[in-house]
């Protein structure tokens, strides 16, 4: 079946580190692919996605590409932020139209 | 404009009881999203409304849940007979097209934490 996996957190960063948080996943076809965010105390929200092999989703300096030949879509960013800290959630949308969720990594960044 | 909107944001209940819990999509969404999010099982899928009508319960943890959607917005998550283990954030979430049509996001409210004691 379809399954998500996500390194484990928390991932603590000092303030302009670069950032990565792995994600690779099992499907069956090519599932559109997403990054979901969650601040302290708020909702997910959306980050970034990606619809097709080798497209790249950007938002807030944060990228992630959709590796067919890895099944991979890794989350990077440049220079992280102390506003970044947060739990990252990978996604995929599978042939039900079901989001099927990594477990989640916390990301804790330090000034 | 306003975004997903569930309540009530907290609520606490005795092993036994019902409860029912009241998500408001974004206007004009056509889709509707349950899902649980607890501690041991993570972010689990629960139950996608079309308009009024369910194409797939699959994700429903056990006959003691049901939810409904009435108008093609407002949706109630009804858990009957609340036990221990389903103590969790349930979200709600929303999107503007079809599963299948782009773009497609869904859009997440901010939950409603059920506690059972």
């Known amino acids: 079946g379809n399954s998500v996996t996500q390194m484990e957190g928390p991932v603590t960063l000092s303030e302009e580190a670069f950032l990565t948080i792995n994600c690779t996943y099992t499907?069956?076809?090519?599932?559109?692919l997403f990054w979901y965010v969650q601040y302290p105390g708020e909702g997910l929200q959306l980050l970034l996605k990606a619809t097709k092999a080798d497209d790249k989703g950007s938002n807030k300096g944060f990228e992630a590409t959709y590796r067919k030949e890895t099944t991979s879509f890794h989350l990077e960013k440049g220079s992280v932020q102390v506003s970044d800290s947060a739990v990252y959630f990978c996604a995929l949308l599978n042939s039900n139209y079901q989001l099927i969720w990594g477990a989640g990594t916390k990301l804790i960044i330090k000034p | 404009g306003a975004g997903v909107s569930q309540s009530p944001s907290n609520k606490v209940t005795e092993k036994g009881k019902d409860v029912e819990l009241r998500c408001d999509p974004i206007?004009?969404?056509?889709?509707l999203y349950w899902y649980r999010q607890s501690l041991g099982q993570g972010l689990e899928f629960l139950i996608y409304f079309q308009g009024n009508s369910a194409p797939d319960k699959s994700g429903l943890p056990s006959d003691r849940f049901s939810a409904e959607r009435t108008g093609g917005s407002v949706s109630t998550l009804t858990i009957q007979r609340t036990q221990q283990e389903d103590s969790a954030v349930y979200l709600c979430?929303?999107?503007?097209?079809?599963?299948?049509?782009?773009?497609?996001?869904?859009?997440f409210g901010p939950g409603t934490r059920l506690t059972v004691t």
């Open positions: 499907a069956t076809g090519y599932p559109s």
């Open positions: 979430a929303s999107s503007l097209v079809p599963p299948g049509l782009a773009p497609y996001e869904q859009y």
């Open positions: 206007s004009g969404h056509t889709a």
